[in-house]
């Protein structure tokens, strides 16, 4: 069958700036623009047609657990317009494919708009685990590539990663990137996840910290001289941290806070904001930097005193989401309403705005 129409629509999408492009059975595609999903003029598109689309571009290796699990995740090219991870599942019978496009370009701090300092210092750790973190579509993934191109420019490192699909193709610089596919260069996740300590790298990229064989790799790569780097969807520092002792029964948590607070290096969860001027969206991150305060907490499991440690701040460069968006509403990038909306605690922001922070459990005037 011609996918013409499939890849046309893709075509519109790389042009429109989209970042997601949605198609179900029988409907017409939509693309997320600005984090807003649009309905495209089109004809609605044959059911057929997507499910001998998702047939004839599944590599071998992931046909069986297509039949058995009706999902699968792949990555498509089309020349001259990109590349696309996709995601194939059924939905009442029929087939559905959600398109993410993958920029072929790295971008730069300054290009997403981020303050590189706290970035530039985590992605210079010589071990531990780094945790980039938020919701579906928060740019976790362009976040983690803009800190390895960093890497890449400045330290000779070896870095191996295990994605499912890639999302960014690094060309060698000063280090060396063997990037792994699960799929293609990998029979599976955990196949991966078993060989690549053999695999002699400085730096270890695993696409998602998803569950319990995938978390125990990181603490044991990053007890053994690694740094481990990772993504987990969740809304705030607080959440990633309970989430973790969630992958393991009660009786392991002490033993966990141990390895946790001596191989925790730092976490990262972002969001997407509106940007004030020029439509998109700019991030506004809650940021841990594991000093020893902080590495003491966890291994005591005072895990709630944490919050407070990111809104007072400190000379790490940890900062809480307020921290963040109280920079972006005074530089004029996101409105005060949007970040009011983003944030956690809008009534300590409105604090903030009007020049009252907190400082060792006091307030204090700006």
């Not at 060309?171 to 029979?187: C, L, P, Y």
């Not at 895990?303 to 000379?315: H, N, R, T």
Request: aromatic share 6%; net charge negative.
């Amino acid at each position: 069958m011609d996918f013409h129409v499939i890849n046309e629509l893709l075509r519109l999408a790389v042009e429109s700036g989209a970042s997601d492009v949605v198609t179900k059975s029988e409907k017409p595609g939509y693309l997320r623009i600005s984090g807003r999903l649009q309905m495209v003029d089109m004809d609605p598109i044959p059911g057929d047609m997507l499910l001998e689309f998702a047939e004839a571009q599944l590599p071998a290796s992931l046909k069986e657990a297509w039949e058995m699990e009706g999902q699968a995740d792949f990555a498509y090219f089309i020349g001259g317009v990109g590349r696309f991870r996709v995601n194939t599942f059924l939905q009442r019978g029929s087939v559905s494919l959600v398109f993410r496009h993958i920029k072929s370009d790295i971008p730069s701090f300054e290009q997403l708009n981020l303050e590189p300092k706290a970035l530039v210092q985590l992605a210079q750790a010589k071990d531990g685990i780094l945790l980039v973190c938020g919701a579906t579509g928060s740019g976790k993934s362009s976040t983690l590539a803009c800190m390895l191109n960093w890497v890449n420019q400045n330290l000779d490192r070896h870095v191996v990663t295990l994605e499912d699909p890639i999302e960014y193709n690094f060309e060698d610089d000063k280090s060396v990137f063997n990037q792994r596919e699960v799929g293609i260069d990998t029979a599976s996740f955990d196949a991966g996840i078993r060989a690549v300590l053999r695999q002699n790298p400085d730096i270890i990229l695993i696409g998602e910290m998803r569950d319990r064989t995938t978390f125990e790799t990181a603490l044991s790569a990053a007890e053994t001289g690694h740094l481990v780097m990772s993504t987990l969807h969740a809304a705030n520092v607080h959440q990633v941290l309970t989430r973790l002792f969630e992958f393991f029964p009660a009786d392991l948590h002490s033993m966990v806070r141990r390895q946790l607070s001596n191989t925790i290096r730092g976490i990262i969860v972002q969001k997407l904001i509106p940007a004030l001027e020029g439509g998109g969206r700019v991030p506004a991150q809650e940021i841990l930097v594991a000093d020893s305060v902080v590495r003491n907490l966890i291994a005591e499991g005072q895990l709630d005193k944490v919050p407070g440690m990111l809104e007072i701040g400190s000379e790490s460069g940890s900062q809480s989401f307020n921290r963040d968006l109280y920079r972006l509403i005074k530089a004029a990038q996101i409105s005060k309403a949007d970040g009011l909306r983003a944030s956690p605690n809008p009534q300590s922001l409105e604090m903030n705005l009007k020049g009252i922070f907190m400082s060792e459990g006091k307030r204090i005037l700006g």
